[in-house]
């Protein structure tokens, strides 16, 4: 959400801002509904306090015994006239935050102008693909001819865009979220929250998929929503709260399974485990002073790296352009795993800054130490990573000429000591 203050001081860089993500300009309509808004609640300020003091007037003439007839007269009228008055008001007022509501974020400065992702920068890579003495397979034929992978069953089961994982599949699976889990709150200092899996509206409204995006969730016959990511919940755990300095930061990671209906992908990653409408991810998310989120960035960011290149992934970290960074993010760097199946880098991971627009979405403050006032948090959000995904670049990055997987040492702990994945178990 959008300051209507700032936008009425800086309309210019605030349609510069959505220019870059190639939107039209808006704010002379923004500034014109708050205006119309602004005079209508003077409007009905002026009219209740004439209300209060022609209501203190009938009050002492009735004390006196005289006629109250034309004054109760006067404060009806004013009061059918506050009541349109305040209609008004509440129209202006949800046209606004309407209008607002389906506004992205504005990108920082340093954040590359462009479309889409072709106009992404590569900022660093780490590591070097493996180079294969034989033809590389793709985490389908790998998972298949292991006989741990079935999306024929999964259909069955539950339509397209589905996996069933058995056996020592399965048990990597969990090994990788449990190594991840440990590294974020063991060694980075991340509080473990197991949070819930369906939120109201307000949650999602908070962190920004709804209204815009309401046709990406899964909604429930209750008027709850499945979440698309932990960052919706971990998020909200602040929300409608004023939080002291001394508090800060709050740095929080999540393992839940996520869920989200794909709505626009039609045609995209139809094959294996890249894209499904059910999939497990370690979510990281920061609330954060404003004078520390751009940091924090960086920080969580790294964290998310070292998790690839403790499982000896080679991958690379793209600055999203304008025309590829989410809805509620105004700087985000992707990190994109490399896949020797696909021949192709793939993003992995997503991590944040979405400076105040979430805060003031969720009316999320705190207390500077100083006890003047309050100001809006900061919220930033990252994968660390998505499991799934994780999964199919340990796969495909360890495999072996007669399918076999290695497994990477770090994750051998988790799986009671196992060296290498064959078919069958063996």
Same mark, same amino acid.
């Given at each position: 959400?959008?300051?209507?203050?700032?936008?009425?001081?800086?309309?210019?860089?605030?349609?510069?801002?959505?220019?870059?993500?190639?939107?039209?300009?808006?704010?002379?309509?923004?500034?014109?509904?708050?205006?119309?808004?602004?005079?209508?609640?003077?409007?009905?300020?002026?009219?209740?306090?004439?209300?209060?003091?022609?209501?203190?007037?009938?009050?002492?003439?009735?004390?006196?015994?005289?006629?109250?007839?034309?004054?109760?007269?006067?404060?009806?009228?004013?009061?059918?006239?506050?009541?349109?008055?305040? @209609?008004?008001?509440?129209?202006?007022?949800?046209?606004?935050?309407?209008?607002?509501?389906?506004?992205?974020?504005?990108?920082?400065?340093?954040?590359?102008?462009?479309?889409?992702?072709?106009?992404?920068?590569?900022?660093?890579?780490?590591?070097?693909?493996?180079?294969?003495?034989?033809?590389?397979?793709?985490?389908?034929?790998?998972?298949?001819?292991?006989?741990?992978?079935?999306?024929? @069953?999964?259909?069955?089961?539950?339509?397209?865009?589905?996996?069933?994982?058995?056996?020592?599949?399965?048990?990597?699976?969990?090994?990788?979220?449990?190594?991840?889990?440990?590294?974020?709150?063991?060694?980075?200092?991340?509080?473990?929250?197991?949070?819930?899996?369906?939120?109201?509206?307000?949650?999602?409204?908070?962190?920004?998929?709804?209204?815009?995006?309401?046709?990406?969730?899964?909604?429930?016959?209750?008027?709850?929503?499945?979440?698309?990511?932990?960052?919706?919940?971990?998020?909200?755990?602040?929300?409608?709260?004023?939080?002291?300095?001394?508090?800060?930061?709050?740095?929080?990671?999540?393992?839940?399974?996520?869920?989200?209906?794909?709505?626009?992908?039609?045609?995209?990653?139809?094959?294996?485990?890249?894209?499904?409408?059910?999939?497990?991810?370690?979510?990281?998310?920061?609330?954060?002073?404003?004078?520390?989120?751009?940091?924090?960035?960086?920080?969580?960011? /790294?964290?998310?790296?070292?998790?690839?290149?403790?499982?000896?992934?080679?991958?690379?970290?793209?600055?999203?352009?304008?025309?590829?960074? /989410?809805?509620?993010?105004?700087?985000?760097?992707?990190?994109?795993?490399?896949?020797?199946?696909?021949?192709?880098?793939?993003?992995?991971?997503?991590?944040?800054?979405?400076?105040?627009?979430?805060?003031?979405?969720?009316?999320? @403050?705190?207390?500077?130490?100083?006890?003047?006032?309050?100001?809006?948090?900061?919220?930033?959000?990252?994968?660390?990573?998505?499991? /799934?995904?994780?999964?199919?670049?340990?796969?495909?990055?360890?495999?072996?000429?007669?399918?076999?997987?290695?497994?990477?040492?770090?994750?051998?702990?988790?799986?009671?000591?196992?060296?290498?994945?064959?078919?069958?178990?063996?």
């Amino acid at each position: 959400m959008h300051d209507i203050r700032w936008i009425r001081e800086n309309p210019d860089a605030f349609d510069a801002g959505l220019k870059a993500r190639g939107l039209l300009p808006v704010a002379a309509e923004l500034i014109a509904v708050d205006a119309h808004r602004r005079v209508a609640q003077t409007r009905s300020q002026k009219l209740q306090t004439e209300r209060n003091r022609l209501s203190k007037l009938v009050g002492q003439a009735k004390g006196r015994g005289e006629n109250v007839d034309a004054l109760i007269s006067d404060v009806q009228r004013i009061s059918d006239d506050q009541v349109m008055v305040d @209609r008004d008001l509440l129209a202006a007022a949800k046209k606004l935050e309407a209008v607002l509501a389906e506004l992205p974020n504005l990108p920082d400065m340093d954040v590359p102008i462009g479309p889409d992702e072709g106009s992404n920068v590569e900022v660093r890579r780490w590591g070097e693909p493996r180079a294969f003495d034989f033809s590389a397979r793709d985490h389908v034929e790998l998972g298949e001819g292991l006989g741990m992978m079935d999306f024929e @069953r999964a259909a069955r089961l539950s339509g397209s865009r589905f996996v069933v994982l058995t056996g020592q599949l399965a048990r990597l699976e969990r090994a990788l979220a449990a190594f991840m889990l440990d590294l974020h709150t063991v060694e980075f200092g991340l509080t473990e929250v197991n949070p819930p899996a369906l939120v109201r509206d307000e949650a999602l409204y908070g962190t920004g998929q709804l209204p815009k995006f309401r046709d990406d969730l899964f909604h429930t016959t209750d008027g709850r929503w499945l979440i698309p990511t932990a960052e919706v919940p971990l998020t909200n755990l602040v929300a409608d709260e004023i939080l002291i300095e001394e508090s800060l930061p709050r740095r929080y990671a999540a393992l839940t399974l996520c869920f989200r209906s794909e709505a626009g992908s039609a045609g995209r990653d139809t094959r294996g485990m890249l894209r499904q409408h059910q999939f497990s991810k370690v979510e990281m998310v920061s609330i954060v002073h404003p004078d520390r989120s751009v940091a924090e960035l960086e920080r969580m960011t /790294g964290c998310a790296e070292a998790v690839l290149q403790r499982l000896d992934l080679p991958y690379r970290v793209m600055m999203l352009s304008t025309g590829d960074i /989410g809805f509620s993010a105004r700087k985000t760097y992707d990190l994109e795993v490399w896949l020797p199946g696909q021949g192709a880098f793939r993003e992995i991971s997503s991590c944040s800054n979405c400076g105040d627009f979430q805060a003031r979405r969720m009316k999320s @403050r705190f207390r500077p130490k100083d006890g003047k006032g309050t100001q809006f948090l900061h919220t930033l959000n990252g994968s660390g990573l998505a499991i /799934g995904r994780a999964l199919v670049a340990v796969l495909e990055n360890n495999q072996k000429a007669d399918g076999s997987i290695a497994v990477p040492e770090v994750l051998r702990s988790y799986m009671g000591g196992l060296e290498e994945l064959r078919s069958n178990g063996e």
